[in-house]
């Protein structure tokens, strides 16, 4: 398989290529006997002809970018050599793998920077024509058919000359460096434009012959590194050193002076038209490498005069932007932000703008960073939305600027249901910091979901009771949280605030209709917790709500047996008011009556006597409380069950009569 140059795509280059007088190296681009005819436009269009351009805009419309363009770029620098005939892949590749360039890529852009069967000059190139004049008739036939196909064309450019069957012209020792210049950076700036820029990458090209060949440094680096501004003038004025001189290293003169952040040095051959954009290969931009040197004065002077290099990434992913925000240089960072810098590149893996000024306790950065254009759903490497971790760190921030950062973030779209990576959304972390301020806010947005629980199973309600907060409480249920709410184990709300005793939340939720038949994890219902706590006011409270006052613990005791048992007498005679049945047993057999005895409580068994309670109401072992009584010789109780028991008699006998 032949090796064919790169030819246009839509012309195969099957007619010979003109020849052209050669241009020796004491020759320039500037004709001797320039026409006049000829304007400076239609003459570069035949130098550039002669230099063997060839346009890769037919392979940019075959090889469109697989993603939109990403708001940053990486640049990289070519360094072009006289004797250059293969242009090696760039190191390290995995930052072009990144942005979807790969080797076939470079190889089909090498291939145009240096054309495998250009030599220039009067060296006659090997056309496609000659090359299909040697094939067979079968061959030239076969090839005829190939050359309608425009993308297999088009591939071919991408050969790697040490894989191509042909022999490789290279670059001929005649061609002029004018027209070698003139070709590259026309190449350079067309792939820039239509390939790599779109993918996130810019090339420059550093020419081997700009470099001094004795030495390291030209004389305007030493005044430089001098620091001698007089000096530097003197060799500018009189034109012995180009402003854009490199030394050995491929440093300009303004590189050096912003490295050695010589401010005034800055100043003057930004004044006289230096390169912002030149550096040495592989090497960060001057303006990367003032807010690296933390030179606030450069960086102004940078952004004053030019602005390429904004959002230009280093091989660690970080634009200048990045760089002050992430080192805390807040003058150098909104410096960047007023000057254009975009707020959406960051490292990969790293964080985001919004989350490191978040742990800065910057609300003000925040504010700024997203005014900017932040996405403010955008999630970090945790899964973290802008609001849900502006919330989680609501409370090192400025209460001033709470509410009206969560509000611009609500008004640029954030999710206010968007879960962090813990599960949780923003209203349950607002309300698991205690963000009055904010909860409001939250909630009168119509599609947020006031009953969404986090990963634990906690509603925002139930969070809020289980920290007694009664402010957040009270709003989240005007809002229509779910007063019957349970948390991750299955307790009701109404069963937390009672435990946490508070008795005015478990009056708010009764009064957003709570059920008050309500368990806790254990399955004790509400109304025993009370009178488990001695609770006569929220237990009055529960039952003037319709609790059942026979309820039951787990073990299954009745409520008014455990008053009883707790000697409760103000708990049992309002359980009694509200129908607790007095005879109501445990498990075990025990009514209320036989309890009360068993304790010696005169005052209970007088009220359950009262109230009903049979004395002969066979419990444990068959024993009923006049049995224990008598069985204990206990003459106080006794006494009591006597008369109860002859009031008894003598209201049988009344009634017969």
């Not at 056309?127 to 064309?153: A, F, M, V, W, Y």
């Not at 490292?347 to 985001?352: H, L, V």
């Not at 206010?416 to 949780?424: D, F, H, L, V």
């Not at 957003?512 to 488990?532: D, F, I, K, P, W």
Request: net charge neutral.
């Amino acid at each position: 398989m032949d090796a064919p140059p790169p030819y246009s795509a839509l012309n195969p280059n099957t007619d010979p290529i003109p020849e052209y007088e050669d241009i020796s190296a004491e020759r320039t681009l500037q004709h001797e006997a320039p026409d006049r005819s000829v304007s400076p436009a239609e003459r570069r269009a035949l130098d550039l002809q002669q230099s063997g351009f060839v346009s890769a805009a037919a392979y940019f419309a075959l090889h469109p970018p697989s993603r939109p363009a990403p708001p940053g770029y990486y640049v990289y620098t070519v360094i072009i050599d006289p004797a250059t005939k293969i242009l090696p892949a760039p190191t390290p590749i995995a930052l072009f793998q990144q942005s979807d360039v790969d080797s076939r890529n470079w190889q089909t852009f090498a291939n145009h920077l240096f054309p495998r069967n250009w030599s220039g000059g009067s060296s006659r190139v090997t056309t496609r024509r000659s090359q299909l004049h040697e094939l067979g008739s079968s061959d030239q036939e076969n090839r005829k058919g190939i050359l309608p196909d425009l993308s297999s064309l088009i591939d071919t450019m991408s050969i790697d000359p040490s894989k191509s069957s042909q022999p490789h012209a290279g670059i001929s020792r005649s061609e002029s460096p004018a027209l070698r210049a003139l070709r590259v950076e026309a190449v350079l700036a067309e792939w820039n434009a239509g390939f790599f820029e779109p993918r996130g990458v810019k090339l420059l090209a550093l020419f081997s012959e700009d470099l001094p060949s004795d030495g390291d440094d030209t004389p305007l680096h030493k005044a430089i590194s001098r620091g001698r501004t007089s000096e530097v003038r003197l060799l500018l004025d009189h034109g012995s050193q180009a402003i854009n001189s490199r030394n050995r290293k491929g440093e300009t003169p303004l590189y050096r002076a912003v490295y050695q952040r010589d401010t005034s040095m800055v100043e003057m051959l930004l004044a006289r038209g230096a390169d912002p954009d030149a550096r040495p290969p592989h090497k960060d931009s001057c303006i990367y490498t003032a807010v690296k040197r933390d030179d606030t004065s450069t960086v102004t002077m940078l952004l004053g005069t030019n602005r390429v290099g904004l959002d230009e990434i280093t091989e660690n992913g970080e634009t200048a932007l990045y760089r002050a925000v992430t080192h805390f240089q807040r003058r150098i960072t909104q410096l960047l932000l007023d000057a254009g810098a975009s707020v959406h590149v960051r490292p990969t893996g790293k964080n985001t703008m919004l989350e490191v000024a978040v742990s800065q306790h910057e609300s003000d950065l925040f504010k700024t960073i997203l005014e900017k254009g932040a996405d403010p759903n955008e999630r970090n490497r945790n899964g973290d939305t802008p609001l849900s971790l502006f919330l989680s760190h609501g409370r090192s921030m400025s209460t001033s600027n709470l509410a009206p950062i969560v509000r611009l973030l609500l008004d640029r779209g954030a999710n206010p249901n968007a879960r962090n990576g813990k599960g949780e959304t923003s209203l349950s972390i607002a309300v698991r910091n205690s963000l009055p301020s904010v909860v409001p806010l939250l909630l009168q947005r119509n599609n947020l979901d006031i009953n969404a629980k986090d990963s634990k199973g906690n509603s925002p309600l139930s969070q809020a009771i289980a920290q007694s907060d009664k402010e957040t409480s009270i709003v989240l249920l005007q809002h229509g949280a779910d007063a019957n709410a349970t948390n991750p184990s299955g307790e009701h709300v109404l069963y937390r605030a009672l435990c946490n005793g508070n008795s005015s939340l478990v009056a708010l939720l009764l009064t957003y209709n709570a059920r008050t038949g309500a368990l806790g994890s254990n399955g004790e219902s509400v109304l025993y917790r009370a009178v488990l706590r001695c609770e006569s006011a929220v237990a009055a409270l529960l039952l003037s709500h319709g609790a059942d006052p026979d309820a039951t613990s787990p073990k299954g005791e009745p409520c008014l047996w455990r008053a009883v048992e707790q000697g409760d007498s103000t708990l049992a005679a309002l359980l009694i008011s509200h129908g607790a049945a007095v005879d109501a047993p445990t498990p075990k057999g025990e009514t209320p009556l036989y309890r009360a005895t068993v304790k010696d409580n005169a005052s209970l068994v007088t009220m359950l006597l009262a109230r009903g309670a049979d004395p002969n109401k066979v419990g444990p072992k068959g024993e009923s409380a006049l049995d224990y009584a008598l069985r204990q010789g206990n003459e106080s109780m006794l006494r009591l069950f006597n008369v109860f028991l002859a009031q008894q008699a003598a209201s049988v006998v009344e009634g017969k009569s």
